[in-house]
Nanobody, 115 residues
Framework: QVQLVESGGGLVQAGGSLRLSCAASGSIFSIDAMGWYRQAPGKQRELVAI???????YYGDPVKGRFTISTNNAKNTVYLQMSGLKPEDTAVYYC?????????WGQGTQVTVSS
C-alpha cells in the first residue's frame, strides 16, 4: 500500500507563491507518474500537473505558465511550485501517484488565495 503525505498549503494573497510537497512511502515498486489535482467547492476535481517517469510534464490550461511540477526521485517526492496565484486557484490540492496502472491519493491540502 502506498501512502502520500502532502504539505505546504495555506493562505496567500493574490499574486503570491506557495510550494506544495508530496512524499510517497510504502510498497512502491515503480512509479509511472506523480502529480497534482485540485477540487474547488462545488466543482469537479481537475488536473493541475503531472510528471511522468520519463520527466514529461503536463499542465492544466488554467495553470500553464504559472505552476511548475518537479520531483526528487531519490526521495519519492513531488513538488508543485505555484506562482502568480489567483483567487480562482483556491481549492484542495491532492497528490496522486500512478504505479502499474493503479492510482493512489493523498488526503489533500488546502490552498486559499485571497484577493
Amino acid at each position: 500500500q502506498v501512502q502520500l503525505v502532502e504539505s505546504g498549503g495555506g493562505l496567500v494573497q493574490a499574486g503570491g507563491s506557495l510550494r506544495l510537497s508530496c512524499a510517497a512511502s510504502g510498497s512502491i515498486f515503480s512509479i509511472d507518474a506523480m502529480g497534482w489535482y485540485r477540487q474547488a467547492p462545488g466543482k469537479q476535481r481537475e488536473l493541475v500537473a503531472i510528471i511522468t517517469s520519463s520527466s514529461s510534464t503536463y499542465y492544466g490550461d488554467p495553470v500553464k505558465g504559472r505552476f511548475t511540477i518537479s520531483t526528487n526521485n531519490a526521495k519519492n517526492t513531488v513538488y508543485l511550485q505555484m506562482s502568480g496565484l489567483k483567487p480562482e486557484d483556491t481549492a484542495v490540492y491532492y497528490c496522486t501517484l500512478v504505479s502499474r496502472g493503479s492510482s493512489s491519493w493523498g488526503q489533500g491540502t488546502q490552498v486559499t488565495v485571497s484577493s
